[in-house]
Structures are given as structure tokens and as C-alpha cells.
């Protein structure tokens, strides 16, 4: 299962080696990880999406980022009601002939070209994981040359909806 | 005018420090009265201020017997081992001690000379990616960066290298940085808003804790290191005698409970007494305090305590739930903890049948060995306890001797016991005695060695005959790699694959080479005099105790097996 786990950190040189380090010493698989700045002078938000086979190794592994002395907090906010954003460059192929193809494709995606030469866009996308995924499978026949993605950064929202809301259906 | 500005001048000049002035300003502050450590040209500014110190400095012979030599200090003292290397190579031997500290919790300061600033980085001489290297194997590393933050630096490490769950903490000091001229700096603060060890336990899960033992009818208590480490051994019996709990120790855990006490039940594991496995397989309630389920002692992990609410008590909450499910988690300071136990009062367990069943299984089951014409280890080390009044600090190496001191020296106190757990580092016996003996000069202290761990730290011996210190050198001679070689015979067909080493040199001859006494011991009368001459004396001495090449540690636990699988119970 996916985790998203969150965290503060104390913004020293070495740290996110520590942080990768740990992750290797204990056999753990991630699948991005994203660095940044925070509102606090010095100190870092990174977010870390990750694959785990069990809710006791997502604990052991917050557990043991909790214990790294440059870590401030730890939250796995994979239940939490969250926003979760990614960012890719995608660079595509494209001829005058499908240029507005690709157009009409990027508009409800709410994706924007940012760069166009004579071959190829330059596609700016962002949203959550699996936004990503399905534009990257529809773009994907025109012919992709180049792709980066930042990886999630996510916190939780300001409002916590209670969990396991039931959803209400109307009969009438 | 002119004269005035030039006092104030040779004023602020007089004030000026270096790096290295800091450096050892932080030491002293810290109190630390020894420094093992080796020099080498990345660290000359500091050694050149430690020339005029009143800290006592070790000379090891190589880095690695430094850092074990750390270690039995911090091991006895309960203080972190301070610890000095040289760049590059000096660093790198330092790798085996800090992953064996930090395996076994052990509080170190160790500080490692850098090339200088400006050429980090440019493959120079004697430069090694030291933080890189040791990230995974320290509690914390640091760089200096710059000369005013040494003594903050210096402070935070010892604080963290000995509060929560101890262990090593490595500074890296640049050449430059060490020789560097600056104003004293102001005092910083601490500054470790990351760093917060939950010390006092939640009091629901204590009451929780405290109920479930009342309700309990096989309960247990195993105690480890953690015990040692917070030295909680007078808590321990208070709230074992309080609640009438049999205790279960680890290997590292030994001398945290009285093995005289009545409610002592022995050592578990792959080679514990048969009523420590048989407890914890059958025990309804099982209490860990300090202890973190390592595999050797849980055996497979599918049949460990099967029939057991499992409580944990443990600084490090990441070692609850690690390996085994727990039921009641304290994430609390052993002491601490135990104290608030004691406080709750609870009613103690209806469980006498429990106790019968565990003295019975002690007296039916205890080790045992055979006889035979050739010298019997175990017999020797039960001299060794008799003689020693049992009042010793036993080092040792790790292998099969090992094993053997664990089984038949009886451990009545804490803090007698130092010896490589979790990493199993051999070499590490020699060097570690000599930290021990410097932590409590005025102890014997026995060197229980293997003739393999031995002659991978043979160098030490010198450091023994310098600091004359009273080690008594005890070489379980078995013309092998004793722990490899019983492997092989049971589960490799006896092929022994490069465990047998007879050709050796004289080890008696060698300790006269260095100084030191020497005897070879073949027989057990042989024994009985030669031990009873030297531990009464204030020597040290090296001792070629000859035994049974042929013999075994049992019982033993099969990889792969559970804790009830023992073989070699019985004769």
C-alpha cells in the first residue's frame, strides 16, 4: 500500500542523506521524495511517498525517522483529508498537424505549454499523482522525449473532515 | 595614546584561542578523565594541545583497539568513552567499534581529524567521506564548520551520545578548523529541537502494565541492557521481589539481576539454560524492560512467546513492535518506569505453580558437561568464578568462550559484564579489558579471550604493559575458531572450512615479549594453582588455558528453530 508521510526538518547539511540512509538501512522502498523550504527560517518540509506491505511497517518506518536527531516531526497522513500536489514537465512531440490535438487535450487537464519549438512542447502539469498518470497515458502516442516529475509534496488541510463520514444518498 | 591601544592589543592577543584550546576547554568541562586515541597529521594541532593536558591519553596500538577500549570504559564507567583518529585511515579503522557501540547502546564521543577545509572534497591525502561513512552507524555526526561552534558542538554530543537510548556520536574536526585562531566564543545553547528522549512513562500503560500482572499466571520479566544502561538494578529487584516475577536476562542484560536470587532464572537464547527458553515459550505475560528481541535470543520468530501478552518497556519507542507484536508499549526510562511499578502496588500474581514449574526445570535442566581427560572450558570458568568470589569484570571476545562465561560465570552485580553483543565483533576482548580495568582501576578484571579474538588484537598488549594495568589475560585455547568449527560440525558435515588454526605461536612467549607473565595451563590441577597465584596478585598476566578442542556450547537453539528446540539439554 502507498503511504504518504510528511515531515519537518532541521535544515543541515547532510540531512536528507540521513533520511535516504535510513531508508536503505532498513530495506525500505520509496517512491518520491520531495524537498523544500517551509514558512520557518531553517527548517525544511519533506515529503516522501513510499510503498509498504503493512500498517506496522509504516509505523516502524515514522518510528525510525521520528528518532534522527534533525527530524522535527513525523506524520503519516496517508488518512488524512490532505492536498497533494505534483508538478511534471513533460516535452512531446508535435507537428503542425497535431499541435492542436495536443491543445484540445491540455485544456481540461488544466495543463499549460510553456515552451514550443519547431518539433516539440513543452507541457507544465500539475495535481495529484494519478491527474499525472492518466494526462502522461493520453500524451504518451504523440510521442514523449522527455519527462521529469518533482514527486508529491502534501500537507494536511486546514479543516479535518471526521473520518469514515457516511455518504448521504437521496432516494427520492 | 599610542601605548594604551597596544595594550589592549597584546590584550586581546592573550585571549585569543585555537580550535584545538576549544576543543579541549569542552573536554574538561565535560570531565573526562581518559582519551583513547592515536595521532596522525590531520589531528597534530589537537595532539600538540594535548601534550600539556591533564587528561590522561591512551595509546592504543591500532585505532580499532581504541575504540573497543571506549567502549569497556563506557561499558563500566556508564560515561561516554572519548575517542581521538586521524583522518582517512584513522577514521576508517574506527567503522568496527562505532557500529559495535551502536548496536549495543554504548555512549561514545569520538572525534575525527579532516583534511583541511579548502581541499574537502579533492580526494587529498588521508581525506575519507567520514560523515558519509559513518551516518548509518553513529546516534548523531557532526562537522565542524566553524571554530565558535566547537563548544556547543562538543556539548550537544555528549548530551545526546548519553541521554535516551545511548550511543556513539563522531565530530569531524578540519585541520584548519582545529588550528584556527578566533576570540573565545560565547556560550551557545544547546540547540536540538529534534532531540527530545520521553523519559517518564505514561501512567495509564504503567497502570495497564501493573494490572495485567496481577491477572497474569505465567508471568515473566526480561530484562536487558536497558536495565544496565539506566541503572535500574536496585528497581529491578524491588519490583521483582514486590510482584514475585522470575527474571529472564539477555546476554548483554547479565549482572542487571542478582544470579544468586532465588527469582534468577538464567540466560535465554541460542545458547541460554533451558528454564529461561522454556519460560518464555510458556509464559502468559512477558515483560521486557530494556531489552529489544534481538533474533538470537527469540529464535524464530514464529513460535517466540506464543501464549504471551507482550509488555515493552524501552527508551527507544522504534524498538516496540519492532520485531515482536506488543500489546502494552511504555515508552519510558527503565528506571523511571520500574520506580512507578514499585509505586502501583498491585496486587501481586496467584502463580506459585509457575515458580515450581520454573525451579524444577532449573533443577532438572541446568548446563551441564562432560568429563573427559582433557581440560573442560566450563570447568575452568567456574574456577574462575570461585577464585574471583564472583566479584570479577569479565571481558570477553566473542565466539564460544563467550557463551561459556555467559553460562557459568554468575553474575551478582551490575556492571561486571562487557562483552560485544549485537555486532559480535571479535578482537574486541583484549582492547575493551583495558577500558574496563582504567574505568575501575581497583577491580580484577579477566580478559576471557579465544585464541582467534586474540590474535586479531595482539597488539594491545603493549598498552597493558605501559599502563601496567592488572589484566588477567585468559586465552580459551582451542586450536580453532571454536563457534565456526561447531557450526560446521553440526550443520556442514564436518567440513571445517578454515576454522582450524593449530599452527600458533607461543602465546606465553609472546606476553614475555611484551613484558607480561605468561603460563600455559593444561590440566585442571594445573589450573587450580596457577589461577589461585595470579588473581591474587596486582599483575597483569596472559594465561594459554590449553581445553578440549573438541568441545561444544550447548544447549544451542538451530537457526530457524524456536526457543523451545533446544538440543544438547541433557547428557
Same mark, same amino acid.
Given at each position: ?11 543541515? !547539511? ?5 533520511? *535516504? ?46 528518532? @534522527? ?33 495536443? /491543445? ?18 513543452? %507541457? ?17 502516442? /504523440? ?6 516529475? $518533482?514527486? *508529491?509534496?502534501?500537507? !494536511?488541510?486546514? $479543516? ?13 | ?16 584561542? *585555537? ?53 569497556? /570504559? ?14 582517512? !585511515? ?29 581541499? %574537502? ?19 548523531? #555526526?557532526? @562537522? ?28 569531524? %574536526? ?13 556560550? @551557545? ?8 528522549? $520521553?523519559?517518564?512513562?505514561?501512567? =495509564? ?28 538494578? #536496585? ?13 529472564? &536476562? $539477555? ?9 544468586? &536470587? ?44 506464543? &501464549? ?60 551441564? /558437561? ?30 564460544? &568462550? ?20 549485537? =555486532? ?37 598488549? *603493549? ?22 568449527? @561447531? ?85
Amino acid at each position: 500500500m502507498k503511504k504518504i508521510i510528511s515531515m519537518t526538518v532541521m535544515n543541515r !547539511p547532510g540531512v536528507l542523506n540521513r533520511i *535516504t540512509n535510513l531508508f536503505s538501512k532498513r530495506n525500505y522502498n520509496i517512491e518520491s521524495i520531495s524537498v523544500g523550504l517551509t514558512e520557518q527560517e531553517g527548517v525544511s518540509r519533506i515529503t516522501c511517498v513510499i510503498h509498504v506491505e503493512s500498517d506496522r511497517e509504516a509505523e516502524q518506518i515514522t518510528k525510525q525517522l521520528n528518532k @534522527q536527531i534533525d527530524i522535527l516531526k513525523v506524520t503519516d497522513i496517508s488518512d488524512q483529508a490532505i492536498v497533494a500536489r505534483e508538478l511534471a514537465l513533460i516535452k512531446v512531440l508535435s507537428t503542425p498537424q497535431t499541435r492542436n490535438e495536443l /491543445y484540445a487535450l491540455i485544456e481540461p487537464f488544466r495543463a499549460a505549454v510553456i515552451d514550443i519549438s519547431k518539433d516539440s512542447l513543452v %507541457i507544465q502539469i500539475t495535481g495529484e499523482s494519478e491527474k499525472i498518470e492518466a494526462f502522461i497515458e493520453l500524451i504518451k502516442p /504523440y510521442g514523449i522525449k522527455e519527462l521529469a516529475r $518533482t514527486g *508529491t509534496t502534501a500537507f !494536511p488541510r486546514g $479543516t479535518q473532515k471526521p473520518v469514515n463520514t457516511q455518504k448521504t444518498y437521496s432516494i427520492v | 595614546m599610542l601605548q594604551q591601544a597596544a595594550i589592549t592589543e597584546s590584550k586581546a592577543k592573550a585571549k585569543m584561542v *585555537t580550535g584545538a584550546d576549544l576543543l579541549l576547554e569542552a573536554l574538561e568541562k565535560e570531565k573526562v578523565e581518559v582519551i583513547f586515541g592515536y595521532p596522525g597529521g590531520a589531528v597534530l594541532p589537537i595532539y600538540d594541545k594535548l601534550y600539556d593536558s591533564k587528561i590522561l591519553h591512551v595509546l592504543p596500538r591500532h585505532e580499532q583497539g581504541g575504540i573497543h577500549a571506549a567502549e569497556g /570504559y563506557a561499558r563500566i564507567s556508564g560515561k561516554p568513552g572519548v575517542v581521538i583518529a586521524t583522518s582517512g !585511515p584513522g577514521a576508517t579503522n574506527i567503522v568496527t567499534g562505532l557500529t559495535d557501540a551502536m548496536m549495543d547502546s554504548l555512549p561514545l564521543i569520538v572525534f575525527t581529524g579532516q583534511v583541511p577545509t579548502n581541499v %574537502i572534497g579533492s580526494d587529498a591525502f588521508q581525506e575519507a567521506d567520514v560523515l558519509g561513512i559513518t551516518t548509518p552507524i553513529t546516534k548523531y #555526526n557532526y @562537522q565542524v564548520r566553524n571554530i565558535e561552534d566547537i563548544p556547543r558542538i562538543v556539548k550537544e554530543a555528549f548530551y545526546i551520545a548519553s541521554s535516551g537510548r545511548p550511543g556513539p556520536v563522531l565530530i569531524d %574536526i578540519p585541520k584548519d578548523i582545529a588550528a584556527s585562531v578566533s576570540k573565545p566564543p560565547e556560550e @551557545q545553547e544547546i540547540k536540538l529541537p529534534g532531540y527530545q528522549p $520521553t523519559v517518564q512513562p505514561n501512567y =495509564l500503560q504503567i497502570k495497564k502494565l501493573s494490572e495485567a500482572v496481577s491477572r497474569a499466571n505465567k508471568p515473566v520479566i526480561l530484562a536487558g541492557a536497558g536495565v544496565l544502561l539506566s541503572k535500574a538494578s #536496585n528497581e529491578l529487584k524491588e519490583y521483582a521481589e514486590q510482584q514475585q516475577l522470575p527474571v529472564i &536476562h $539477555t546476554l548483554l542484560g547479565l549482572g542487571g539481576f542478582p544470579a544468586d &536470587h532465588k527469582l534468577f532464572v538464567g540466560m535465554a537464547g541460542m545458547h541460554g539454560c533451558y528454564a529461561s527458553n522454556m519460560g518464555l515459550s510458556e509464559c502468559d505475560l512477558l515483560i521486557n524492560i530494556g531489552a529489544r528481541f534481538d533474533d538470537r535470543l527469540t529464535g524464530n520468530l514464529q513460535f517466540f512467546a506464543p &501464549h504471551a501478552t507482550v509488555a515493552h518497556i524501552d527508551i527507544d519507542p522504534a524498538e516496540i513492535g519492532k520485531n515482536v507484536q506488543t500489546a502494552i508499549p511504555v515508552v519510558a526510562d527503565a528506571k523511571e518506569a520500574l520506580k512507578q511499578l514499585v509505586k502501583q502496588n498491585g496486587k501481586p500474581p496467584v502463580h506459585g505453580e509457575w515458580l515450581e514449574q520454573i525451579h524444577k526445570w532449573q533443577e532438572e535442566y541446568p548446563y551441564y /558437561y562432560g568429563e573427559s581427560a582433557a581440560l573442560k572450558p566450563q570447568k575452568v570458568m567456574e574456577m574462575l568464578y570461585e577464585k574471583t568470589t564472583g566479584d570479577a569484570i569479565v571481558v570477553t571476545d566473542v565466539g564460544q &568462550h563467550q557463551m561459556w562465561a555467559a553460562q557459568y560465570y554468575q553474575f551478582n552485580q551490575a556492571n561486571r559484564w562487557v562483552t560485544s553483543g549485537g =555486532l559480535g565483533t571479535m578482537g574486541f576482548g583484549l582492547p575493551a579489558s583495558i577500558g574496563a580495568q582504567l574505568a575501575d582501576p581497583d577491580r580484577c578484571v579477566v580478559a576471557v579471550l579465544g585464541d582467534g579474538g586474540f590474535q586479531m588484537s595482539t597488539q594491545e598488549l *603493549t598498552v597493558i604493559k605501559e599502563l601496567n594495568l592488572p589484566v588477567k589475560i585468559a586465552i580459551f585455547n582451542n586450536l580453532s575458531l571454536g563457534m565456526v568449527r @561447531q557450526w560446521q560440525e553440526i550443520f556442514y558435515d564436518k567440513r571445517y572450512s578454515h576454522s582450524k588454526i593449530p599452527i600458533q605461536p607461543s602465546f606465553v612467549k609472546l606476553a614475555e615479549a611484551y613484558g607480561i607473565k605468561g603460563y600455559e595451563i593444561n590440566t585442571a590441577e594445573e589450573a587450580e594453582v596457577i589461577l589461585e597465584e595470579v588473581l591474587s596478585n596486582r599483575e597483569p598476566v596472559l594465561l594459554d588455558i590449553r581445553i578440549d578442542p573438541h568441545e561444544n556450547v550447548y544447549p544451542m537453539i538451530a537457526p530457524g528453530k524456536g526457543l523451545h528446540e533446544m538440543v544438547g539439554v541433557k547428557p
